[in-house]
């Protein structure tokens, strides 16, 4: 695992930017596995504003989300459909048909999950898997249990990452929503390379534990310990407490 910490924010955000424009410049339709969440907001506008300077083009990649909440619409401005068009796919030269995001809008939650399971395998695959750090460490929505979930499924989220949220939802902690479908660990750890990104002091205890505490459910985010490919960016606050 290669560990990365820089300053601040800004540069944390800097360079996992240029980790993911080194990838598209080398290999243009390659398969990009993204994340929502605050801690990416940063990266996303570094690489509009790469595309927008001529030094990066999105023409040939193909991304997947982790995760999408259920219950909102595609439109509704706290869905991940809507954050990922907002901060990149509305600014860049992707074409929106290459870009997907789980949609569990029908009945089937597990349906949904096989088919984003089988869209990934049609695609080849994702090279390069960005990830944020929940504060219980969970990562997509793959909250602590009893075991590493294999594949695209529904889960129930947690009243703390109900909170976490809530501050983006104009009603509160009661319009966020209860359920969503999220790409599983065993999803995440088939991806060839993961990038993840973590920031603010709130995040130094669980980044310890991610990375030098032990590999449990319990800590969903640990078991990228085992993941042959990993490159973590911190900034100073979160990586405050490592040793
Ligand atoms: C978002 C996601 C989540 C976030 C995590 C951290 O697609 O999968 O796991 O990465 O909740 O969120 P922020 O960056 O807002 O602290």
Do not use: W
């Not at 990416?40 to 927008?52: F, I, K, N, S």
């Amino acid at each position: 695992m290669e560990l990365i910490v820089t300053p601040t924010y800004e540069s944390m955000s800097r360079v996992a930017a240029d980790r993911i424009a080194e990838l598209v410049r080398a290999n243009p339709a390659c398969t990009l596995g993204l994340a929502t969440g605050s801690t990416p907001e940063g990266l996303y506008a570094d690489l509009v504003a790469d595309c927008a300077a001529g030094k990066l083009s999105f023409a040939e990649v193909t991304t997947f989300n982790l995760d999408e909440y259920c219950g909102l619409s595609p439109e509704h401005d706290q869905s991940y459909r809507y954050f990922m068009n907002h901060h990149l796919f509305d600014h860049v030269d992707i074409d929106k048909a290459r870009t997907h995001v789980p949609e569990p809008f029908g009945a089937d939650l597990a349906e949904a999950g096989e088919a984003y399971e089988a869209a990934i395998d049609q695609a080849g695959g994702v090279d390069l898997q960005l990830l944020g750090l929940g504060h219980n460490g969970h990562i997509g929505f793959n909250e602590p249990c009893d075991f590493f979930p294999a594949k695209t499924h529904g889960v129930v989220l947690t009243p703390m990452t109900r909170e976490a949220n809530s501050r983006l939802f104009a009603g509160g902690i009661d319009e966020v929503p209860t359920e969503a479908l999220t790409m599983g660990i065993g999803t995440i750890m088939a991806a060839r390379s993961v990038l993840l990104v973590v920031s603010g002091e709130g995040k130094a205890a669980i980044l310890r534990e991610v990375l030098q505490g032990p590999v449990t459910p319990q800590v969903p985010a640990s078991i990228l310990q085992f993941h042959p490919s990993v490159t973590v960016v911190a900034d100073e606050a979160a990586a405050s407490l490592l040793a």
